[in-house]
């Protein structure tokens, strides 16, 4: 199983980007799928995550400026941001928990992808 994540990149402060991750392999089922961001010097943090019937949480500094959402017919989640701040500059992780067709549960990671906020 893979996770690719895409939708990166630099924007001005107020601005909004969408990120995607999709996954792909072996999969039977997703569970919970999430962002994570990690910013230079800082633990990972997680951002928000959605469960399999629509259920998300959000960390406390992004509510009401992103939205986490999902696709299951395409094994893929979004993660909409809008009025960025500088704040939110880090490297964005995609994660979800799979159940593979061998049934065996796993937590998979994708490759990170960057998202710079400028003042």
């Known amino acids: 199983v893979q996770l690719q994540a895409s939708g990166g990149g630099l924007v001005q402060a107020g601005g909004s980007l969408r990120l995607s991750c999709a996954a792909s392999?072996?999969?039977?089922?997703?569970?919970?799928m999430a962002w994570y961001r990690q910013a230079p010097g800082k633990q990972r943090e997680l951002v928000a995550a959605i469960t399999s019937i629509g259920t998300t949480n959000y960390a406390d500094s992004v509510k009401g400026r992103f939205t986490i959402s999902r696709n299951n017919a395409k094994n893929t989640e979004y993660l909409q941001m809008n009025s960025l701040k500088p704040e939110d500059t880090a490297v964005y992780y995609c994660?979800?928990?799979?159940?593979?067709?061998?049934?065996?549960?796993?937590?998979?990671w994708g490759q990170g992808t960057q998202v710079t906020v400028s003042s």
């Open positions: 392999g072996s999969i039977f089922s997703i569970a919970r």
């Open positions: 994660n979800a928990a799979v159940l593979s067709t061998t049934r065996v549960w796993r937590d998979f």
